[in-house]
């Protein structure tokens, strides 16, 4: 995955916005709350990191390529971070982008999730 295309597919999830900060890394937010940076690195290979689900962070921090993310993976976030080959895949990367978003937005309050229109299927009933 190239930054261009990290960068249009971060731009198609629902209420996403996208800065470049802390030396150039390409930052994406879902509410003002940070769901994955991609950068790094010298420019060879992407660096993407994204929040996970406890479990996924126990199995994704053991595989080649991945690794609890610098930082917030020490300060007991699950966070991870793709930084070599193999990791995942392009397909299996978007899925945990995807992820990534919604569990960062189901961390907002309910009334901005209603403001956004995130997980409107979760507020009903």
């Avoid at 190239?2 to 030396?23: D, I, K, R």
Wanted: hydrophobic content about 35%.
């Amino acid at each position: 995955m190239t930054y261009e295309e990290y960068n249009s597919f971060c731009g198609v999830l629902p209420a996403t916005n996208h800065v470049v900060q802390w030396g150039g890394s390409h930052v994406w937010k879902v509410g003002s709350k940070i769901f994955a940076i991609a950068g790094w690195d010298d420019g060879a290979e992407l660096r993407v990191t994204f929040k996970t689900s406890k479990i996924a962070f126990e199995i994704l921090s053991k595989q080649p390529g991945l690794r609890p993310a610098p930082y917030l993976a020490s300060r007991g976030m699950s966070w991870i971070q793709h930084y070599a080959q193999p990791g995942l895949d392009d397909e299996s990367l978007k899925v945990y982008l995807r992820e990534s978003h919604r569990l960062v937005s189901l961390g907002l309050t309910k009334k901005r999730q209603r403001e956004l229109g995130l997980n409107q299927e979760l507020q009903k009933g």
